[in-house]
């Protein structure tokens, strides 16, 4: 079978697109695997399946490179909303796009019929640590003490539609993220595991940020961690509310401004090239 595809990437964090639309995608999870590898197959993060809805302007499901469905994805959801107005599938700025973490709101930004920057309202940010989850005595963990891989860190949790754990320090390029990410990732206290942002703050407007993602690995940026990112900057004292926050990640930078309620996320979506693979 022959499948046409378009790789995107929003910061550097590569998904490969499919127009499910015009075609039929069979056992995604499987798919993602093999497509994922970046020697062996296409190269990505993960697929993105961009479906019918019937509740939005159209649905989105992810899979991680390890074939894991994702609930929410924040750079992938903007590539959807450039793939569906570049293609003309909906000629409008301003979408609704169903995830399996609710139904999200984008503002589009064109010039000359395509679209180059997004804004995403991603909805109120979760601290409920049950609802995370987080499995620590605390019902809000914030700036909260543990041990995980043998060493103590302080933690933020929060979920934006995916738990996230935020850990707040110096320069976080010296950090060993093969050896630390997973420890974070598969440690018990998170049930479902949890993408890790290991976070320095710059000033009270900018943070510089590196990630790792349940089931992908590290990443050259994650929207959902750059929310978790600032929500926790807020919490933790080092930002203000309703102000935008830059997030400087490995491949580029998102703007996002928290407020109890609604995170607001802005940055750019690409389009590398299509393609059709045989599977």
């Known amino acids: 079978m022959d499948l046409k595809f378009t790789k995107m990437h929003g910061c550097g964090n590569d998904y490969i697109y499919f127009n499910c639309f015009e075609q039929s995608i069979e056992n995604p999870e499987q798919l993602a695997v093999a497509l994922s590898d970046r020697h062996f197959g296409i190269g990505g993060d993960g697929i993105v399946l961009i479906c019918p809805s019937e509740v939005a302007d159209a649905k989105m499901r992810m899979f991680n490179a390890d074939g894991s469905e994702g609930k929410m994805c924040g750079n992938a959801i903007r590539c959807v909303g450039k793939y569906l107005y570049d293609n003309k599938l909906v000629q409008k700025l301003e979408l609704k796009i169903e995830t399996l973490s609710g139904i999200k709101h984008l503002k589009l930004f064109a010039e000359n019929g395509l679209v180059y920057k997004v804004t995403v309202d991603m909805g109120r940010a979760e601290l409920d640590a049950e609802k995370i989850p987080v499995t620590l ?141 045989s599977v």
């Open 137 to 277: 005595p605390s019902s809000k963990v914030v700036n909260e003490p543990v041990t995980i891989g043998g060493e103590n860190y302080r933690i933020t949790c929060v979920s934006m539609g995916n738990p996230h754990c935020v850990v707040f320090g110096s320069d976080p390029e010296g950090l060993d993220l093969e050896k630390i990410g997973p420890q974070f990732e598969r440690n018990p206290i998170f049930p479902e595991r949890v993408n890790t942002e290991f976070v320095q703050v710059l000033d009270e407007s900018t943070l510089k940020m590196r990630v790792w993602e349940r089931g992908s690995g590290e990443t050259l940026a994650c929207g959902t961690g750059a929310c978790a990112s600032a929500v926790a900057a807020v919490l933790n004292g080092y930002c203000r509310e309703n102000t935008d926050i830059k997030v400087i990640l490995r491949g580029g930078e998102l703007v996002i401004n928290y407020s109890p309620e609604r995170v607001l996320m802005t940055g750019a979506a690409v389009k590398v090239f299509d393609g059709v693979v």
